[in-house]
Structure formats: C-alpha cells, structure tokens
C-alpha cells in the first residue's frame, strides 16, 4: 500500500509542482495518472522513490515512511521499486543482459554489483525477466541494436530483476508508436497482475487510461482533481483534468 | 502550392548589435597582429636574408649513419618515460575526475577543492615541471616520468571530467532508482558512457607525451632530448640530424598506430 500524505514538492527555482496530494493506494493496484505536461505526474511518481525529495508531507510504503529513510533504508525501499522511463533510460553501450543485470545492484552488495560478481540467482533472474517480456535472445546485443519497443522492454525487464513490489513508469509509451505502445501497456498489466505489483503509470492518452486503468487519477496544476474508476472518468472528467475542452477526433487520437 | 505573397517583403537587417560584435572583433586580431608583429621585430625581409644561412647549415646536417646504435637506448628510454607517464598519469586521472563532475559529485565543497587542484596542476606546462623536477629528484628518467604523470593527470581528469558531465542523465537515474549507490552508478551508468571517449583521449595523450618527452630530455629529465642536448653542444651536427631522423619516423608511427587505434574504438 502506497500512501501520500499532504505531500508538497516545491523545486529550488521556487516551482511549486505539488500542492498537496493525499491519495492511498491500495496492493496490487493498477493505477494511470493523467493530466496535461507541467501538471506534476512525473514529480509524484518520483516522491514515491525519493528521487524528487518531498518539501513537505511524505510518502509511506507499507507503512515505512520514504521521507524519513536514512540512505541505506532508502536503498533498500528503492531496491523493491522498479521504475521504467519514457526514453528508456538504457546505457546504450552495455549488453541487454548488463543493463538487466543493473535491476539487481540493490540487492546484491556494494563490492559485489561494482565487481559484476552476480550469482547465478540474479543471472537466471535477469534471463526470466527477459523472457517474460519476449525477448530472451536478445541478452547478449547491444542495447542501442534494438528497437524502441523492445529497448522498453529491456526497461521492463531491469525492473522486473528488482521483483519489485510496486511499479513506477514515467510516461512508458510516449516515445513508441500505437500498436507498441498497447503491447508494453499490456506487458505492464499483465505483470502487475501476474505478481501482485502495485503499479503507478503516468500516461497522455485518454484511450489507453481508460483501456488499461483499475483506477484515473486525474492532476492538474499540482493538484488531484479526478480520481475514480475507468468509467466514472468521462469525456466531462477529462475537460475538467485538462481545463479546457475536448474535441474527442483530434485530441483523443493526437498528442493530448 | 502556396499563394503568391502580395507585394515583395522587405529583407530583415542584421540587428545593429550582431555587427557591432563582428566589427570589434575584426579590430582586436588586426590590432593584436599590428602590435605583436612590431614589438617582436618580425620582418619579412630578415626571413629572406637569413635563407641563405639556413642552406649552409642544413649542408652540415647530413646524418651519421654511425651515431645509429648509439641511439637506441636513449629512444626506448624516451618511449618509456612516455608510457609510465601515461599509465600513472591515467591511474591517478580516473578518480579524481568523477571528483571533479557536477553530475558524479554532488558535496560542493569537494568538487570545488577537485577542480581547483586540477586548475592549478594544468595551469603548469610539462618543460616546467620537468626543469623543476630535474634538480630535486637527479637528473634521468626519473623526472620526466613525474613531469609528464603531473601533465597527463591533469590533461585527462579535466577532459574526462567534460565528458562524464556530457554524459546522458537518463541512464543514471535509473541506476540510483534501482537502490544503487554512488559508486555503482558511475560503474554502471556512466564508465560505460564515456570509456571509449577516454580511451581515445588516453591514446591522445600518449601521442603528445612521446613528443613532449623528447622536449623534457633538453632540461635534463632523461631520454634521447638528452642526447639531442649534447650533440648539440659538440656541434656534432651529423648525430644531430640521425636523432632527429630517428625521431621523425618514431612520432609518425606512433601518431599513425593511434589515429588507427582510435577509430576502431568510437
């Protein structure tokens, strides 16, 4: 369970990019977060790893407060969360397989995962991961040999080889074409069920939320002002998220 | 097709600023040239005259085939104090250019103390160092060696240091959202970034240290400069032009390895 508590992320140029976010989010939880660039998505899916530290608020995971976690516990709490980002975030140069591997440095030690001494555990791990996003025999290309859709799924796969609790992904599809983008979409639902993970994606497309969501979370401005059900978010939902209206042929299918 | 515009546009002008900027900058380099040529003497006319001198002292410089196995062991000296220059400068370069990048170094205080350390060693040229170094550490390899480690630490940790904060942010934080710390971010997220670039760089440096080792050899730091020195002080001007000969085929088939080295890694 992932609770935000009156959570407030001010940025040091003064940009107040949360204001005030109280949601729960109970285990297992599919849950698509949308609304307009700027309107601080990305910002809070990255309190709940503490990549964006809080100003004010916090962020419990189980129960385990991600604001007060002094370092180590912090790796700790971030081992267990897996994260996927709208450019992939690979290291191009490195193998697949390397690049995996990286989703296993929080659980290996430090001189360990600096040596690249991983056992043959986190190696089958990392193999499994690949496998369950269909890419097995890929391990051993470069990163930057594949193609969009299948360098996500390597970002999938690292974030599998955490065996993560909760899933964050930053804008998954927004770098991808239609068809892919339903296929990774259906990746990360099908895992989030699969495995119990409780998974936060932050999305553009009003299809796709409504397709793949358990739950809408609507922001705008730093704030939530929609949060209910895929069918409870309707055409009007969607013109207040955004805060103007919505002409369903050229926004649904464009760039919203 | 696009309509025709009605009427003929007028051609915006160059804002009044942007050719401002372009006229000073003209004015300074004539102005540099003028008053550098004058205060140094340079004349056209003494380059003419002095040709003549030249030829007549390039006529005695015809090489001595004899001084040959003489110089042999001065030039693997030479190559020598080149590589542990090299390989010692880099060693000590790794570390402390993810010191001195904002992006690796996030404690102010260090990478401020790095990158001053660095700015210092750089601001002093090779020759110096070695003419430094000679008398304190004996005359001989010794302080070349030292010299160029100074030279090639300082080259590498700054360029290493401008490719580690060029590198892509994105891999990096999914790294440190994985639970990875510091050092297991740079292992994974930026070496693998920038370790081709630093190679190349590497190959690079040893190139300008082969040459910058013949130099060190005149202030006494050891290798063939050494030699060179001495010859040239028995006005020995055949030797002379054999060591030059030899060096000549030496720079241009180390410069030759590393241009090829170098491409095969990018």
Redesign the interface.
Known sequence: MIEFRDLEVTYPNGFKALKGIDLTIPKGQFVVIVGLSGAGKSTLIRTVNHLVPPSNGDVVIDGRSVGDAKRGELRRIRSKIGMIFQTFNLVKRSSVLRNVLAGRLGHVSPLRGLLGLFSKHDLALAHESLRRVGIAEKAWQRADALSGGQQQRVGIARALAQQPEVMLADEPVASLDPPTSHAVMSDLKRISREDGITTLVNLHFIDMAREYADRIVGMRDGVVVFDGTPAEATDQAFEDIYGRPIDVEKDLRGAA | MLPEPAGTPAIPERPAGQRKVAAATLATFVALFVVSAWQTGFSVGDLATGTGDFFRFFGRMVPNWGYLPRVWGPILETLQIAYLGTLFGTALALPLLFLASANTTTDRVTLAVSRSVLTVLRSIPDLLYAALLAPILAIGPLPGVVALTLFSLAVLAKLGSETVEAA?P??M?????????R??VI???VV??V??TMTSYVLYVFEINVRASVIIGLVGAGGIGQDLLARLNFFAYGDVSTIIVVIFVLVLAIDALSVWARSKLI
């Open positions: 892509d994105g891999p934080e999914a790294v440190r959202a994985t639970g990875a710390g050092n297991r292992v994974y997220a693998p970034q370790a081709a």
